[in-house]
């Protein structure tokens, strides 16, 4: 007998929390036809919902002893949800999917063969096109792949949804780092292990409404950044330090030119120009430097990744 625990996130989804479950039980369904000794477990995550999200996947469990779940105390994000779905799974792979069926269950029979038949540790999403997505966030999203890439030596995939079928050995890698600030699709590319990649095209939510503002989205990729690169310091060094071989050249020029023309005052305006200009980079530099000291204090003050109320 082998267990597969379905990991499901769900902040807010009372409307596709039944559409989900419908299409989850026909997977499991084909799953079983295929591997008679495979069975499933169904592991909500309510992430601190203010609607009747936890309502919903109470009875399903009333009907189902398959469903268990986790509810938070409050909101803690997808990240901590994620976390604590491959902490409290029993199964011997897991996978995470989105409660809307923007990760089609149907792929799952396909993404379970790569790992039992072929011999893959995980069995990875990535979208190809971001249909159905604002042109600008897209268009960020890419800029955001790009950078990230150049500064970090860890390889994060573009359009790799967080949709991913795994073995027990890698998710409890991922469960020994433990660091607060996380960015999983970093952890990911940390840990190694053999991914299949599988791609289809984006699919819009069932039901319900995204919880990613832009803004949101700001914030996770500096996250993202900061967790995977420290790269973003040297360039304040590197920064200081060229700021500092074009003063030295300026203070040789201005004393031969004094030495030799004399010295009437001018030069007001390109000196308050010069002044703002190198004072917007320390500035700069320091908010570089003062955001991997915050990042740095969390994680020192070792708090727990989310706090549950109540789980069954
Ligand atoms: N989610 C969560 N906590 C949050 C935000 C989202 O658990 O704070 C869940 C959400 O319920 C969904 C999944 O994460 O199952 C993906 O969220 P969403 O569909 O809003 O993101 P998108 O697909 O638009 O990137
Ligand atoms: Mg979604």
């Known amino acids: 007998m082998s267990l597969l625990s379905v990991i499901v996130p769900c902040y807010n989804e009372e409307d596709a929390i039944p559409f989900f479950y419908k299409e989850i039980c026909k997977t499991a369904e084909e799953l079983k036809k295929e591997f008679a000794d495979l069975e499933c477990e169904f592991l909500f995550i309510d992430d601190g919902s203010v609607d009747k999200t936890l309502l919903k996947v109470k009875e399903l469990r009333e009907g189902d002893k398959r469903v268990h779940f986790v509810s938070f105390s409050r909101n803690f ?8 779905g491959l902490e409290n799974c029993r199964g011997d792979y897991a996978v995470i999917m989105d409660a809307d069926l923007q990760d089609p269950p149907s792929l799952l029979p396909d993404m379970y063969r ?26 960020f999203a890419r800029m955001f792949y790009r950078i990230i890439n150049r500064l970090s030596k860890t390889e994060i995939v573009d359009g790799a949804r967080d949709y991913r079928i795994m073995t027990r050995r890698m998710v409890d890698a991922i469960l020994s780092m433990k660091e607060v600030n996380r ?33 949101k989205l700001l914030l996770y990729s500096i996250e993202g950044i900061v967790a995977f690169s420290t790269t973003p310091l040297a360039f304040a060094a590197m920064l200081g330090l060229f700021f500092t071989l074009i003063a030295f050249i300026l203070i040789i020029f201005i004393v031969i030119k004094t030495l030799v023309y004399g010295d009437p005052t001018n030069g007001w305006p390109s000196m308050v120009c010069i002044i703002t200009f190198i004072g917007g980079i320390q500035l700069f530099c320091m908010g570089v430097i003062g955001e991997y000291l915050a990042k740095a204090y969390m994680e020192t003050k070792n708090r727990p990744i989310y706090i549950s109320k109540e789980e069954e």
């Open 77 to 84: 994000g997808k990240e901590a949800g994620i976390y604590a």
């Open 114 to 139: 790569a790992l039992v038949r072929e011999g893959y540790d995980s069995a990875a999403t990535r979208r190809v096109t971001r249909k159905g997505e604002p042109p600008i966030r897209s268009f």
């Open 183 to 215: 960015f999983t699709k970093g952890i990911y590319g940390w840990i190694g292990f053999k991914t299949k990649w599988f791609e289809y095209e984006n699919i819009e939510r069932v039901a319900g409404e995204t919880k990613w503002s832009f803004w």
